[in-house]
Every structure is written in structure tokens, then in C-alpha cells.
């Protein structure tokens, strides 16, 4: 792995088979893949993978859990690395509605129910005036709760 620091924000690289992090780590950060693709495994059995563009690891920070499960990278990828403390700021852009809706979603799609009390438009409706990377992270999360992960295979 080798990092490039930019400030708030480290550019990661990874190798093939290189584990970022492991099923009950510490959740300090989350990434978001520029160019890549990890694998997802939980128990030790592969449950998906996540590609280029994809957030992950926002739900540790959200709900401070530790990891839900074990990630490795599948071919070179490139990452970005966001501190816990750069995405609670970008999180505290929100207002606390919008910080509410996130809080809850991560809820539960770490339940992995794949029920939800919001819709698609109460969503877009929720959104209305906020940070766009704040409803980036917000839609992506509801896209993954809808789909239940990310790519399961």
C-alpha cells in the first residue's frame, strides 16, 4: 500500500490481495474507490465487491461500530482515505433532518433489512438545499440499503 498525502485527504493505492481492513477493526475512515475493485467478505465468505466510485466504510463512522466486514483488493485500485473528523464535517454541512435520514439508513442497512421507512422521493424531497457530497453519501447509502450491499455475488 502506498499513500500520497493531500492534507485532509490521503490517496491510497493498493495492490492485488492486499487487505485494507479487517471484519472488527476500528472504523476511523472511510474510502472512496477513484479506480479499482475490492472485495467484500464477511465470516471469511465473499458477499460482493464494490468498483470504481463507490463510498465505503461510512457506517462505521456514522454509527461507531467497528468494521462490518473484511475488504481486499481484487485489482490495482486507487482510493481516497477521508478522516473521520473530514467526514463528520462535511456531515455536520447537513441539516440535522438530512443528518437524521443518514443516521437511520445506515441503521439499517446495517441490519440488513431490507425494509426501509423512506422512499425515493422522500429522500429527493429531504435533499432539497443541502451539500451535494452530503446527498451523494446520503444516495449512495439508500442505493445500497435498496440493493442490501453493494455487488453481492
Same mark, same amino acid.
Given at each position: 500500500? #502506498?499513500?500520497?498525502?493531500?492534507?485532509?485527504?490521503?490517496?491510497?493505492?493498493?495492490?492485488? %490481495?492486499?487487505?485494507?481492513?479487517?471484519?472488527? +477493526?476500528?472504523? +476511523? !475512515?472511510?474510502?472512496?474507490?477513484?479506480?479499482?475493485?475490492?472485495?467484500?467478505?464477511?465470516?471469511? +465468505? !465473499?458477499?460482493?465487491?464494490?468498483? +470504481?466510485?463507490?463510498?465505503?466504510? *461510512?457506517?462505521?463512522? =456514522?454509527?461507531?461500530?467497528?468494521?462490518?466486514? &473484511?475488504?481486499?483488493?481484487?485489482?490495482?485500485? *486507487? $482510493?481516497?482515505? =477521508?478522516?473521520?473528523?473530514?467526514? @463528520? *464535517?462535511?456531515?455536520?454541512?447537513?441539516? #440535522? *433532518?438530512?443528518? @437524521?435520514?443518514? #443516521?437511520?439508513?445506515?441503521?439499517? $442497512?446495517?441490519?440488513?433489512?431490507? !425494509? @426501509? @421507512?423512506?422512499?425515493?422521493?422522500?429522500?429527493?424531497?429531504?435533499?432539497?438545499?443541502?451539500?451535494?457530497?452530503?446527498?451523494?453519501? &446520503?444516495?449512495? =447509502?439508500?442505493?445500497?440499503?435498496?440493493?442490501? &450491499?453493494?455487488?453481492? %455475488?
Amino acid at each position: 500500500m #502506498s499513500d500520497i498525502d493531500y492534507g485532509d485527504t490521503k490517496k491510497i493505492r493498493l495492490l492485488p %490481495e492486499q487487505t485494507l481492513f479487517s471484519q472488527g +477493526d476500528e472504523g +476511523d !475512515k472511510a474510502y472512496l474507490i477513484v479506480q479499482g475493485v475490492l472485495d467484500v467478505f464477511v465470516d471469511d +465468505d !465473499k458477499v460482493g465487491y464494490m468498483s +470504481d466510485g463507490e463510498l465505503f466504510g *461510512e457506517m462505521a463512522l =456514522i454509527l461507531n461500530q467497528r468494521r462490518s466486514a &473484511t475488504i481486499v483488493c481484487k485489482q490495482a485500485s *486507487e $482510493l481516497i482515505e =477521508i478522516t473521520k473528523d473530514k467526514f @463528520n *464535517e462535511l456531515l455536520d454541512s447537513a441539516s #440535522s *433532518e438530512v443528518k @437524521n435520514l443518514i #443516521s437511520d439508513l445506515c441503521t439499517e $442497512l446495517s441490519k440488513r433489512n431490507s !425494509k @426501509n @421507512n423512506y422512499s425515493k422521493s422522500d429522500i429527493e424531497n429531504k435533499l432539497k438545499d443541502q451539500n451535494a457530497t452530503v446527498c451523494a453519501i &446520503t444516495r449512495q =447509502i439508500f442505493f445500497r440499503l435498496s440493493k442490501s &450491499t453493494s455487488h453481492i %455475488e
